[in-house]
């Protein structure tokens, strides 16, 4: 399990991308202690590889979202 700060250092995202993405549903929360959230590493690597070549072909978050969650 990775935290946001892992996340934000090995992807080179911020944190309110981090925020971001959790808020929307595409990265889901596997464990919150207290104010930390720990997420599952190959999920997160995973899901932010796809995300990023679907923006990039402009594809909109919304539609991402459900491309991937099915939300």
């Known amino acids: 399990m990775i935290s946001a700060k892992d996340i934000m250092n090995r992807h ?3 944190y309110q991308t981090v925020n971001h993405y959790t808020d ?3 990265l889901p929360v596997v464990v ?3 104010n930390e959230r ?3 590493g190959a999920l997160v690597d995973k ?3 796809k995300i990023r070549a679907l923006t990039k072909e402009g594809y909109s978050l919304r539609l ?3 491309l991937l ?3």
């Open 24 to 26: 929307i549903g595409l």
């Open 38 to 40: 720990f997420y599952a």
């Open 64 to 66: 991402v979202r459900k």
């Open 12 to 14: 080179n995202i911020s």
């Open 32 to 34: 919150k202690q207290g």
């Open 69 to 71: 969650v099915g939300i």
């Open 47 to 49: 899901r932010l590889k």
